[in-house]
């Protein structure tokens, strides 16, 4: 069983910079692959990054340049880099854990953080 608690998000101005911290519980977090997803209002949970247990970090397009994923297993989290943040990256931002392989669909995961609200105002 693994917990996932985000954190960091908040509102600030189109074209700054947040950084998202997952922290998870337990002693297996190296061996899990983590992704980061997020959900607008009225829309569907999408796929933003996802980080192997050997640090490969594959990226949404409408992401690719400007957030960086990365993870501190000494520390059992994974972070979200957010830098030139649009009005559109407003949404709920979750992180999840994945057991094996990697994944970009919601459904590939096996467990899920509460989430944190980023919102980007104009």
């Known amino acids: 069983q693994v917990q996932l608690v985000e954190s960091g998000g908040e509102l600030v101005q189109a074209g700054g910079s947040l950084r998202l911290s997952c922290a998870a519980s337990?002693?297996?977090?190296?061996?899990?692959?983590m992704g980061w997803f997020r959900q607008a209002p009225g829309k569907e949970r999408e796929f933003v990054a996802v980080i192997s247990r050997g640090d490969s970090a594959y990226y949404a397009d409408s992401v690719k340049g400007r957030f960086t994923i990365s993870r501190d297993n000494a520390k059992n989290t994974v972070y979200l880099q957010m830098n030139s943040l649009k009005p559109e990256d407003t949404a709920v931002y979750y992180c999840?854990?994945?057991?094996?392989?990697?994944?970009?669909?919601?459904?590939?995961?096996?467990?899920w953080g509460q989430g944190t609200q980023v919102t980007v105002s104009s």
């Open positions: 337990g002693r297996t977090f190296s061996t899990y692959a």
């Open positions: 999840a854990a994945r057991r094996v392989g990697l994944s970009t669909t919601p459904g590939g995961y096996d467990y």
